[in-house]
């Protein structure tokens, strides 16, 4: 388990993990990760929420649990993991959509017709064990957190970041975007104070 008061180099984290299968999907890691990035980037997204959706599922990288454990009745609780690595370095507009991304997930499942029936497997099980889905009183409330709107765009570019047929052209040219990032997202922090 990784303590997140710790700074940990998140892209060599990602790099380590690269290969490794997303659990119960058709993707590795990465694929993932940048699937879900690219469609951020498609849809006009600042470079925090890309960035953010390329770090949305590091929580299941650091949590030190193989396999898949909702497979074994197991939340592993990632988006708070990954939350609390994200937020000293690149602060909230990257870390609170990471942590409102399984929250934006139960809230589409009873707000959004057929986006229950849309997800994979995997998110089923993890939906269970996260908490199922909202109530209107809890949709209502989690409407109201700065950052939902952010994490419910996350949450359907996460959902579509699945396919087995779109890929990088190369595991370097994908992480280097990642870094280029990852240096304006820094270098915009500090400019900003
Ligand atoms: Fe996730
Ligand atoms: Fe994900």
Excluded at 37 to 64: C, E, T
Excluded at 141 to 151: E, H, N, S, T
């Amino acid at each position: 388990m990784q303590d997140a008061h710790q700074p940990i180099d998140l892209i060599d984290c990602l790099r380590r993990h690269a290969a490794l299968q997303y659990d119960g999907e058709g993707v590795t890691q990465l694929q993932h990760a940048w699937q879900c990035a690219q469609l951020a980037h498609r849809a006009g997204a600042s470079d925090a929420l890309q960035l953010a959706a390329w770090l949305h599922d590091v929580g299941h990288l650091l949590s030190g649990l193989q396999g898949s454990p909702t497979l074994r009745g197991i939340d592993d609780r990632h988006e708070a993991l990954g939350a609390a690595v994200l937020r000293a370095p690149y602060g909230a507009e990257v870390s609170e959509p990471v942590a409102l991304h399984v929250a934006a997930k139960r809230c589409l499942v009873s707000t959004r017709p057929g986006y229950a029936q849309s997800l994979s497997a995997d998110s089923v099980r993890s939906l269970a064990l996260q908490g199922g889905s909202m109530n209107a009183d809890e949709c209502a409330a989690f409407l109201q957190r700065p950052f939902a709107r952010d994490a419910r765009r996350l949450r359907v570019w996460d959902d579509l970041a699945k396919r087995s047929d779109w890929c990088f052209a190369s595991e370097e040219a994908a992480l280097s975007e990642l870094s280029a990032l990852h240096g304006r997202v820094v270098a915009a922090r500090h400019a900003a104070g």
